[in-house]
Each structure stands twice: as C-alpha cells, then as structure tokens.
C-alpha cells in the first residue's frame, strides 16, 4: 500500500544545483525517519541525509555543507536541495522511509539517476 515516487534526478554541470523529491503515500506512521541514500557503480549503497519527524537532520560528511534535507509532514514529502555539485556525487539516489515504532517498517523509492558532468 506504501508507495514512494521520486523525481528530479538528471544531468548536471559540476557546481550545478539539483532538487531532488520524494513523495509518499500510503499509511505511514507518523513517527518515522526519511532519507537518502545513493549508490554508484561498483560501490556499496550509503547513507547521504536523513531527517526525522521532529526536524533533526544528519549528513554525510561527503555533503555535508552543500546538501540540504527537508520534509513536509503534511504532504508525506522528502527533498534534498543540492548544490555545488561535484561528479563524484554521480549516482542513483533513493529516497527512504522508516517507522520508528516496533515493529519498524522500511520502504524504498525506485531510485534517480544524478549525473554529474561536463
């Protein structure tokens, strides 16, 4: 019943800007942590932001300083301003929901291509 739909992923110029959005629907637990995750060829999925329902907010230290995660509680929304692009920031992006209630539920988005390049 969980769907997660993503967009905004493309090409991009180094020092470019992307937004990327998430959007969720189905019922989900209020008290939950969104996130981002990406993966490139050849490398082992990770953790990029996360922000929780109450506004707290964590980064990648590979990001941190030119990624911004934001949510909108009543919308079921996750974005992810991102700037200052570099190419080692090519990847699929996905978007991620988990309740913190136990038993803890996850759900995944299908994942955005971002492609870093000149």
């Known amino acids: 019943q969980v769907q997660l739909v993503e967009s905004g992923g493309g090409l991009v110029q180094p020092g470019g800007s992307l937004t990327l959005s998430c959007a969720a629907s189905?019922?989900?637990?209020?008290?939950?942590?969104m996130r981002w995750y990406r993966q490139a060829p050849g490398k082992q999925r990770e953790l990029v932001a996360a922000?929780?329902?109450?506004?707290?907010?964590n980064y990648a230290d590979s990001v941190k300083g030119r990624f911004t995660i934001s949510r909108d509680n009543a919308k079921n929304m996750v974005y992810m301003q991102m700037n200052s692009l570099k190419p080692e920031d090519t990847a699929v992006y996905y978007c991620?929901?988990?309740?913190?209630?136990?038993?803890?539920?996850?759900?995944w988005g299908q994942g955005t291509q971002v492609t870093v390049s000149s």
């Open positions: 991620n929901i988990e309740t913190i209630v136990v038993p803890t539920r996850s759900y």
């Open positions: 189905g019922n989900i637990l209020s008290l939950n942590v």
């Open positions: 922000i929780t329902s109450g506004g707290r907010t």
